[in-house]
């Protein structure tokens, strides 16, 4: 049966000692409470929640599934229960503002949380998941009657919230959306039409759920800049608050999928439903992105959950599992046959799992981080964590996902034959995490976002400004002999970075294809480059550690271990990536579409 | 009606329990720390006295170095309503932790000492007796059930061969098992609220007791590894085996 433990000892060698939480919320406004005893006090029991209530539920929530009769969806047992305990642990309520109800707590401190649900318990970990994003989505352009109707009630938990985006014909493409809000007489409107692939769009956990609806005024403009935002209820709120009568929005039915089966995923078909306006009328999409850069960096976190998952389990297998011998000789004469971690090619798929397992977990909670800034910063804080943001919020969504989704199938490797076998759950965690890598934007949107958006619109000035952050680290420790290695390594690829970006930058003029040709080999570069960073940082302190004294040598050691093993065996894929995006879109684009296959010729 | 509950801060109950290569103690570096599991049963049971009304206040103590404070805010967190850290070395024998309790539920005129019936690290089940004769209280040891009435105490102790249930009077010392009732998790609110919770130390000095112990340990070793079984080819060889090898049957 598959285990989690929260890894706390990670995670605050993470927050606390290579990123400084400590001094961070110390600066931070409004996060005088995230004292280091709080916060460990708050991890322990996010633990025990995660490791008792939420681990044991799912694989109930894989072979399950979610139920669906006559518009009502079922969650798998444990489900609704789990959401209770939930709830009365006051869980719901840990980034959001006191005035709602809310603790107040730094976002970055509810992300520490969120990854231990995450990794225990994906598919449930999505019901609250989706609610925080309503919630921050309220929170941020809702009015103040909006925030007290809706945002308490969410912030308590007693409901859940949606965000209904996609529709049958428009994942990616929101500008062509069809979604009618017709304005009432009473101020509301009369929204109609079909959205597909609600996540947590109908189930039983709670008795109401807020929809957060995109769609588009009678006298919209065309496209993006013709769409708003609405909040929809699921029953309809009366003026002292309470449940009213059913709106008249309902599923009309859940996909069949290939993994998060404990998650319902939704048709969500609004007849005429009363919804309200929440924003500016045709400004819906920019209200959208101000929270998608969180979503995404929600969505990188479900790439480090799948590796942390698989990564604690294929560890314990590779100690248990005896079979054959060490080729140098047996390292266990006394048992019949050595553990499989004798075995190097075991060993490198377990130190590729720690290697993205750990390395993401620094790359997520530094994120995290810049979201606290974002928020509660100075103007000039604000706007580098901005940028910075900016950068990496699409690096971390689909390079974390792609690696995780590498890591999850090792685990399954690790396992051999039994890996394929369901009662292991290695092959679940492999198909939970196959969808990170396609909604929330797949890869090769983020790969594009990155690129061109987000690097080439902006002349290279938001890549300047990280890899000066990494060039001044690196300037700084180049003095320690035995950082120099990691040091040397990771300058060198920081600058050719840039020079990969000034020479793609120089084809797009020519063809702007050369940017979709390059773009997932350059996202995939940039991936390795930002984790490479992050592990050298890992590296310095687990050295400055070592150095001065440790009880903890084994822990410290192994990041060291780690790094090299990234520097070494991982990093020189970046070699094939710039090979690869360097050779031109030609080799893409010159063949005919007709000539792709020949079947009936 | 006040209620003293005890509260040790041991090694966690998952963690792999190693010796010190000097077999002088367990090696608690770096290892995870928890409260003693039937503590907090015991801490368990007070909140719930307190939230039926029976109970006016839940006083948490614990008797060790700093990082019990841990511990207590734990307990704080979990519904009680103030905390005493006995500020002593960790690891005192069980007289000397007695007497401190018991000094402290004078103070504090206590009438009911909720404890759990042992600590998962040192095993000795005999701190709450202790502290009752200390007090010359009636005690109850093993609680499945408590019952509170009329300035009695009904308990249901789990005993060899099934459940005696005595009747005390208070104050008493109760001591949990581990079916007493399953214990909650702290909420995020309570965890935040039990920081501003009073926590007040005080010492055995403070306290008048002399803490000498009267227990020296003189090793520590871990259980022998378990190894491989053999078969045995008739029961004849089997009673030998048992009776000389084993010398489990005379």
């Not at chain 1, 444990?78 to 107040?104: D, I, N, R, T």
């Not at chain 1, 956990?205 to 957060?212: G, T, W, Y």
């Not at chain 1, 706007?383 to 969504?397: C, G, Q, V």
Request: aromatic share 6%.
């Amino acid at each position: 049966m598959p285990e989690y433990k929260a890894p706390l000892r990670d995670i605050k060698f993470v927050t606390e000692e290579v990123l400084d939480f400590p001094t961070h919320y110390a600066n931070l406004a409004g996060a005088e409470e995230a004292t280091p005893d709080m916060v460990s006090a708050i991890l322990e029991e996010g633990a025990k929640f995660a490791e008792r209530v939420l681990s044991p539920i799912n694989r109930v929530g894989d072979q399950q599934g979610c139920q669906f009769k006559d518009g009502v969806v079922t969650t798998p047992d444990g489900f609704k229960e789990a959401y209770q305990q939930y709830v009365e642990g006051g869980w719901p309520s840990l980034s959001h503002p006191e005035e709602m109800g809310g603790q107040g707590l730094p976002d970055s401190l509810g992300m520490m949380v969120t990854e231990m649900i995450a990794t225990s318990n994906w598919s449930w970990g999505m019901y609250p998941g989706l609610s925080h994003g309503a919630m921050n989505t309220i929170e941020l352009h809702g009015t103040e009657e909006q925030k007290h109707t809706y945002l308490t009630k969410l912030v308590s938990g007693e409901w859940t919230g949606t965000m209904c985006l996609t529709e049958p014909h428009c994942g990616t493409d929101l500008g062509m959306l069809k979604t009618k809000a017709e304005p009432q007489d009473d101020g509301s409107y009369a929204i109609t039409g079909t959205k597909i692939f609600i996540s947590a769009g109908e189930h039983d956990m709670a008795e109401n759920i807020v929809h957060i609806v995109l769609a588009r005024l009678p006298d919209a403009p065309a496209g993006t800049k013709g769409i708003s935002l609405f909040i929809v209820p699921k029953h309809n709120v009366d003026t002292s608050g309470e449940m009213a009568d059913r709106n008249q929005v309902s599923c009309g039915s859940i996909e069949h999928k290939m993994g998060i089966h404990g998650n319902a995923t939704c048709v969500m078909n609004f007849d005429g439903a009363k919804g309200f306006l929440i924003g500016e009328a045709n400004r819906g999409l920019n209200c959208m992105f101000t929270f998608m850069n969180t979503a995404r960096i929600g969505t990188a976190l479900q790439g480090l959950a799948h590796a942390e998952w698989a990564l604690q389990n294929s560890v314990a297998y590779a100690k248990d599992r005896l079979q054959m011998r060490a080729l140098s000789g047996a390292k266990s004469p006394e048992k019949p046959a050595d553990s499989i971690m004798v075995h190097p090619d075991v060993r490198r798929m377990l130190l590729t799992q720690k290697a993205f397992a750990e390395g993401g977990r620094a790359l997520i909670h530094y994120c995290s981080m810049l979201v606290d800034t974002t928020k509660k910063g100075t103007d000039a804080e604000k706007a580098e964590a901005d940028e910075l943001m900016s950068l990496l919020t699409p690096i971390a969504k689909a390079f974390l996902t792609e690696t995780g989704f590498e890591s999850a199938n090792h685990g399954l490797q690790v396992f051999g034959g039994h890996g394929f076998i369901a009662e292991w759950g290695m092959e679940q965690n492999v198909r939970d995490c196959r969808i990170s890598m396609l909604y929330e934007g797949t890869t090769g949107i983020q790969a594009l976002d990155l690129l061109g958006r987000k690097v080439l619109m902006t002349q290279g000035a938001t890549l300047r400004r990280f890899t000066k952050i990494v060039h001044k680290f690196c300037k700084e420790h180049k003095g320690n002999k035995r950082l120099k290695p990691y040091m040397t390594a990771l300058d060198k690829l920081n600058s050719e970075w840039g020079d990969i970006t000034l020479k793609i930058g120089m084809k797009a003029m020519r063809n702007k294809e050369e940017v979709g040709a390059a773009s997932v080999d350059y996202l995939m570069f940039s991936g390795y480059v930002v984790l490479a960073y992050f592990w050298a940082r890992m590296a310095v302190v687990a050295q400055t550690k070592l150095d001065e004294g440790t009880e903890e040598a084994g822990f410290y050691t192994a990041k060291l271990q780690t790094a090299t093993f990234y520097y070494e065996r991982l990093l020189p894929r970046t070699r094939a990536h710039a090979e690869a995006m360097l050779s031109g879109a030609e080799n893409l684009l010159a063949m005919e579409e007709d000539n792709f296959l020949f079947l009936n010729t | 009606m006040k209620i003293l509950v005890s509260v040790k801060r041991v090694i966690d109950y998952n963690v792999k329990v190693r010796v010190k290569p000097d077999n002088t103690a367990v090696d608690l570096t770096n290892v995870k720390m928890s409260m003693n599991p039937f503590c907090e049963i015991a801490v368990e049971e007070a909140v719930r006295l307190k939230e039926k009304g029976l109970a006016s206040e839940v006083v948490v103590v614990s008797v060790g170095a700093k990082s019990c404070q841990e511990t207590l805010r734990t307990a704080l967190a979990l519904g009680a309503d103030r905390a005493i850290q006995v500020d002593a070395e960790d690891g005192l024998d069980s007289l000397s932790v007695a007497k401190l309790l018991a000094k402290v539920a004078q103070n504090e005129a206590a009438d009911l000492i909720i404890l759990g019936k042992q600590s998962i690290d040192s095993d000795n089940n005999q701190t709450g007796q202790m502290v009752a004769a200390l007090l010359d209280y009636p005690q109850a040891t093993f609680a499945s059930e408590v019952v509170i009435e009329s300035g009695e105490a009904q308990v249901t102790r789990e005993i060899d061969g099934g459940l005696q249930t005595l009747l005390v009077t208070l104050p008493a010392v109760v001591t949990t098992d581990l079916r007493l009732n399953e214990p909650r998790f702290a909420s995020l609110p309570n965890i935040m609220k039990a920081k501003r919770k009073p926590l007040d130390v005080t010492t055995p000095a403070e306290l008048g007791v002399d803490v000498g112990s009267n227990v020296t340990v003189l090793s520590v070793a871990a259980p022998a590894e378990r190894s491989g079984g053999v078969k045995v080819a008739s029961v004849a060889e089997l009673v030998d085996k048992l009776k000389n090898e084993a010398k489990v049957v005379s």
